[in-house]
């Protein structure tokens, strides 16, 4: 481990705020936009790209993206995780108190268990030593092509849920564990950007970028739709846990940083456990009337526009 281990933990907390924040800017900017669909992708770029708040969210975002990078280049990724998750604090104070949202006690006990997971995993952190190296062509394939497809399918089922006055409105799982998975396969390839620094190989040569950059915006994409459905702090807590939830397990296994011996083994398998229940046990359907927003979300699909 570097020395400078407390200074890349840091920086790992701030690029976490900094991306959910960033990414409670798009639900503010999903307010004002017209009712989204992925069936719609080019209206769905213009809605998000013409808005300013938007636009001022995704800076937030990336600049949160590039500061995880640097603290990957100091931190190996088993330790770096419970600070990835640190951001959910500054999502959850914007929801709650800008937002109005507001969670049940079984949400909350789900956020519980995220932080209890999150220190598991740091209990475990310190005998990882660092990655082996790069994965062969065919494991990256074999990790990254299912992380594509497997979203699209979920999300497809997010779309296909009955709409309508009589319909109950969904929490946003399917929605959000779509995202997320999406969001952590960007992650997975921004890891292997950075263990690029160690060998000769040029970036453009790889699948790296190119996984990075079709994951992101397709995760950006369905994070946008589920935000103007959902509540903020709903698809924000599902989508990071199951992002770094799958970050962690898919890098343990594409690049090699092994399994460490007892105790540290067993408190990252409660970890990944935890991880695992707190999205599970999350309700599918909201049981309360929560406070409105200054805009109603929008019904689907009944929605008559002009040809884009």
Known sequence: MDVDTPWATAVAVVSSSAYLLGIASFKVAARDMEPLRGTRPVRLAAAMLTSRTWCGGAVLAVAGAALQWMALSSLTLPAAHPALLAGLAALLIFATAELGERLNRREWG??????????????????????????????????????????????????????GTHARP?????????????????????????????????????PYPYLLVTAAAMGIAQLQIALQRCRLVMIGIIATVTAKTYLLGTSIVLYGYGWPGQPARGFLIAGLTLSFLAIAVLPHHEISKRREEVRPQPAWPPYRERPW
């Open 170 to 206: 969904l929490t946003g799982v399917a929605y959000g564990v779509s995202a997320g998975i999406l969001v952590g396969t960007a992650e997975l390839a921004l890891g292997g950007i950075t263990l690029l620094r160690h060998t000769d190989t040029p970036l453009v040569a790889t």
């Open 110 to 163: 789900c956020v519980g268990l995220t932080g209890l997971a999150a220190l598991m995993v740091a209990l475990s952190g310190a005998d990882f030593g660092p990655a082996a190296g790069l994965p062969s062509p065919a494991l990256l394939a074999a990790l990254a092509l299912p992380s594509l497809v497997l979203p699209l399918a979920l999300f497809s089922a997010g779309e296909l849920s009955p709409a």
